[in-house]
């Protein structure tokens, strides 16, 4: 007898929970946690930050407003903007700046991020000519 209520009590746990949700789909899965758009990579010449496929980044000094990228139309074609996704979110030193044509790039420390088409593999940094650098400069941690 007891085995019999034991059954029993069972399935009726399962039916009420199957009869509480009906026919509702399960709720999405949450969200993992948001990861970095860069890597901290160390070279002889101190820290660089890299896009997560190890290409150096940069950043230029006319965009200071902390809101904005004064990089667009022609200068996209020498600094490709580090792209962030459509539902990209701040995460720690790292903020989400939207472009002049909408879409959304990444930015440390408030400084927007780009790439150079120059660069062919990734830990160069060709993009950056130390003898002239007037106003691109290699992205470093603040650490």
Not at 45 to 72: Q, R
Not at 109 to 114: G, H, S, V
Not at 117 to 127: C, L, R, T
Request: hydrophobic share 40%.
């Amino acid at each position: 007898m007891l085995r019999f209520a034991m059954i029993a009590a069972a399935l009726l746990l399962s039916v009420s929970q199957a009869l509480a949700h009906g026919d509702e789909a399960p709720p999405p899965p949450k969200k993992g946690p948001a990861t970095a758009p860069a890597n901290v990579v160390f070279t002889p010449k101190g820290p660089v930050l890299t896009d997560l496929k190890g290409m150096t980044l940069y950043y230029f000094d006319k965009d200071d407003s902390g809101n904005k990228s004064t990089c667009n139309g022609k200068c996209t074609e020498r600094w490709i903007p580090l792209a962030a996704p459509a539902d990209a979110d701040a995460f720690g030193d790292f903020t989400v700046i939207i472009r002049n044509d909408g879409s959304k790039m990444w930015a440390y420390r408030y400084r927007p991020l780009y790439t150079s088409p120059q660069d062919k593999a990734p830990g160069e940094a060709n993009g950056y000519d130390a003898s002239n650098p007037k106003h691109w400069h290699i992205a470093r941690p603040a650490l």
